[in-house]
């Protein structure tokens, strides 16, 4: 039996924080991950892989179709998939071996193996010496898998999820894509550059569900502009590989035939062989660990934070539990802000949000006043040649304070970044649109929608 002060299972971006973030605080921290390199759905098969081919992707049409706008001339563009999926791998390995080198750094012990909780405080490995643990804290991190519908055979090839859409061997001719939440936009996006046809299936009359509902909007007629084709208020009763071909089934529609089927209608929390039972832990309605505000479960000294327990499944908000779980058992301090957490989605254009939809504030009958600002109006988008998108701030009627803001366009995901820390610091609309932004940047046009929550913007 190997005795430390705090066991973490998982080592994605949840998991491998917490260890660091424990370590720093003087824990004697062990890590146990089942999978070979550490680093999580996120660095492995998630964030890191899907920005590259992101990025990649993007290169190409940009070397195809706007370069010659720049006066810049090149020859015939050819795609070379095997080296861009080098370069992802590439990518992916430098990541995961830093998170290693980290551990190190922080003399974290490293375990390998599935780990099974065989009482509160102990859990057992499935590795070669069957190595037993015990620790006064552990820390449940072991984040989501994807998940399917009925009727949809995953065959881990043809009809499969994002992690064999991160490396099909070449671009399917034609390419289904079932949801449009942001994983399926963001790889439909990939390989719709990359050549494929591809059409995005959705239950919903919208895409990415939960998203502000004009951004929804706007996103939607910037996709189909680049030739991502739509079918909305679809439901997909069924995908199954027939012969060389997949057939998606759509109700009160004829099949769909394509050559590839991207399966991505969310994920669930996975703590599939973790023995929670033999330590009386139940789950909630949706699967996930349930915790209270300081990430403890119901079982004295076992919490959980990350895709395993409620919220948003994203990298940076189970960064941010990691933190504040250790923080909380080390020094009794345990805070997050959950409405200063922002989502991005890393299309073009780039879509991202921190605080209250439109939507939101209306159901709860809140008063606030509306600043917009079109990229279109800002000198740095004029010289980059992206004027599609708007930043769009919600501020509260009465008291100014800044209650959501959301972007779509050119770095979108950066400029969130100035929107989040508004938020944390509970700043007002005339916060920001005091503050000076330097010129000419893309960040002025969240000055610019501050001042127009007032009717005072400039270039509009
Ligand atoms: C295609 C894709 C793109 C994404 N892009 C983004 C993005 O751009 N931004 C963003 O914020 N989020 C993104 N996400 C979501 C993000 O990856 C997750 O929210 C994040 O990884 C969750 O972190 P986690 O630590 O909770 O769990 P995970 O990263 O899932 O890590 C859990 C780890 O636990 C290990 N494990 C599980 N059970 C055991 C066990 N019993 N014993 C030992 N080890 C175990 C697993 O092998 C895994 O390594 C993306 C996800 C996908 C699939």
């Given at each position: ?7 973490v299972i998982g080592a994605g971006p949840g998991g491998y924080v917490a260890a660091i973030r ?9 890590c146990?991950e089942?999978e070979?390199a550490l680093g999580g759905t996120c660095l492995r098969v998630g964030c890191i892989p899907s920005k ?40 992916v390995?430098?990541l995961t071996?830093g998170v290693?080198?980290l551990f ?35 820390l449940?991190a072991t984040g989501s ?125 996975n ?34 934070i990350g895709d395993v327990i409620?919220g948003p499944m994203l990298a940076h908000k189970a960064e941010e539990e990691g933190s504040a779980c250790v ?14 957490i ?119």
């Amino acid at each position: 039996m190997k005795r430390h002060d705090l066991i973490v299972i998982g080592a994605g971006p949840g998991g491998y924080v917490a260890a660091i973030r424990a370590a720093q605080l003087g824990l004697d921290v062990a890590c146990v991950e089942k999978e070979a390199a550490l680093g999580g759905t996120c660095l492995r098969v998630g964030c890191i892989p899907s920005k590259a081919l992101l990025e990649s992707s993007e290169h190409y049409v940009v070397a195809r179709n706007r370069l010659a706008e720049h006066g810049v001339r090149v020859g015939s563009v050819e795609l070379d998939l095997a080296a861009m999926m080098k370069r992802k791998d590439k990518v992916v390995e430098g990541l995961t071996g830093g998170v290693a080198a980290l551990f190190k750094k922080r003399k974290i012990t490293r375990y390998a193996g599935q780990a099974r909780f065989t009482a509160p405080r102990r859990v057992a490995i499935d590795d070669a010496d069957k190595t037993e643990l015990e620790a006064k804290h552990i820390l449940i991190a072991t984040g989501s898998v994807p998940t399917s519908l009925p009727g949809v055979e995953l065959d881990g090839d043809r009809i499969g999820t994002s992690t064999e859409a991160l490396a099909y061997p070449e671009p399917p001719k034609r390419l289904v894509v079932i949801g449009a939440g942001y994983i399926g936009l963001e790889m439909g996006q990939v390989w719709q550059r990359l050549g494929s046809e591809v059409t995005v299936l959705e239950y919903l009359d919208r895409i990415l569900p939960g998203m502000d509902g004009e951004l929804a909007k706007e996103a939607l007629k910037l996709f189909k502009r680049q030739g991502l084709a739509f079918q909305l208020g679809c439901r997909v009763t069924g995908a199954r590989v027939h012969g060389d071909r997949c057939v998606v089934e759509r109700e009160g529609d004829e099949p769909l035939e394509c050559d590839r089927v991207l399966v991505a209608v969310g994920r669930k929390p996975n703590t599939e062989g973790l023995g929670l039972d033999e330590i009386g832990l139940t789950l909630d309605e949706r699967g996930r660990v349930p915790v209270d505000d300081r990430f403890a479960t119901a079982v004295e000294g076992v919490y959980a934070i990350g895709d395993v327990i409620r919220g948003p499944m994203l990298a940076h908000k189970a960064e941010e539990e990691g933190s504040a779980c250790v923080e909380g058992i080390v020094t009794g301090v345990c805070h997050i802000n959950y409405d200063a957490i922002p989502g991005v989605v890393y299309t073009d254009p780039e879509i991202a949000a921190v605080g209250k939809t439109q939507e939101q504030l209306e159901q709860d009958g809140v008063e606030f006043r509306k600043g917009v600002f079109h990229f279109r109006g800002n000198g740095r988008a004029r010289a980059l040649a992206q004027l599609d998108g708007f930043v769009k701030i919600l501020a509260h009627a009465r008291t100014d304070r800044v209650l959501g803001v959301h972007i779509i366009g050119p770095r979108a995901g950066d400029l969130i970044a100035e929107a989040a820390v508004a938020i944390e610091f509970g700043a007002s609309s005339e916060d920001l649109a005091r503050s000076s932004h330097a010129h000419p940047t893309l960040a002025e046009c969240l000055k610019e929608a501050a001042l127009a929550v007032d009717g005072r913007q400039i270039h509009a």
